[in-house]
């Protein structure tokens, strides 16, 4: 038989996520739609994922709602696959509707990740675009959620808490296309804003404004992707990325994309922040700290919140195993990268906001590198160094 298409579809709220399943629809009539809610429990165990099937050849048994508690990669999986084994009308297009309780990568990483038992999804499913229908005014409102948190199914488990702005801004950079569907006539303006925004958070996606959410959906969305895809979403959980130069500035919304090779002195880097961060919606990437000078720092910050952890080592010219896990992109970064001391340590930080002071940005996180003199006091003197942000921890 041949492979069937699975396009992903989710959304900032449940309306619009339907609103794009019907858009997806109308490019594929025949499609069947496995709707799924997840829902946690009280005591922290597996969550109740509900799932819903309907559209051409679903059985009346089908179309009722089937609810199970247990991990949902796991029981997508079985779903997917029973789909595609099912006999009668053969399936060619399944259009898997997530919540927006799941993390959309890491869960489509792991749900494509081989199983002994049953091999690769790819085996049966080419996955078509990843499709993110976003309403535009809650999504800025969840941008200034920062003091709210949620926790989301990552794949394997309930992952650490985000806040409500983290975990918009992740849904939107999840996407191979975004659709902003204003809900209204009047959020015409906002929805364009939005759309700009995103453009800068997702350099790589299709954005597609609907201001009535009439607009017919691009043919793009049902047909598969390049070969690979799967590996890519893992290659995206990497911690060490290389971010897209960003797109030109609509709407005052902007991006300042820093590198720099030499470490960061942390307390300096502290005193900089209030300005770094003025007018910055969103901010990925990662940082080399003097004070812990083998952890790979990852920054995410999103609205007025900002994180900072240490999050993996940087790849050693003799560390065989750590280059043996490491994705391909990432090694291939390393090398492209490498320099004969520093090896693949570097500096990376994308923001993105509205109005940004570029060189104001630039300026203090030059200011917060390390000296010459400082530079060579080598990592012994550099682990001295005081640390206000993340207390000078040496990951080994």
Known sequence: MSKVLLSVVTGNTPGIRGAVVDQVLRLSPEATVLAVSVE???????????RFLSGTGTSARESSPQSVTGDPVVVLRQDLLALRRAPGKERTHVVLALPATVEVIPFLAELWRARVASGPLTD????????????????????????????????????????????????????DAVVVRATSAGDGRKASGVAALIGHLNGEALVVTSPGGDAPAPASLAEALPSGTAHAWQA????????????????GVESVLWRARRPLHPGRLADALDAVMDGVMRGRGHLWL??????????????????????????????????????????????WFWHDYYGERRNELLLTGTDLDERRIRSALDAALLTDAE?????????????????GIDPR
């Open 40 to 50: 946690g429990r009280e005591d922290g165990g597996y969550p109740v994922v509900q």
């Open 124 to 175: 049966f499913y080419d996955p078509a675009p990843v499709v993110v229908g976003t309403d535009p005014a809650t999504f800025m409102a969840d941008l200034g959620r920062v003091h709210r948190s949620v926790r989301l199914w990552n794949g394997r488990d309930l992952g650490e808490p985000l806040t409500t702005a983290e975990a918009a801004a992740r849904q939107v950079e999840s996407a």
């Open 236 to 251: 995206r959980l990497e911690p060490v990325l290389a971010p897209r130069s960003p797109r030109v500035s609509r709407h």
């Open 290 to 335: 003097c004070s812990s000078p083998d952890a790979v720092v990852t920054w995410h910050s999103a609205g007025a919140y900002l994180e900072l952890r240490e999050a993996d080592r940087w790849l050693e010219a003799h560390y065989t195993t750590a280059w043996e896990a490491a994705s391909p992109q990432r090694r291939t970064l390393a090398s």
């Open 375 to 391: 530079l060579a006091l080598g990592r012994d003197g550099w682990r001295t160094v005081p640390d206000p942000l993340l207390g």
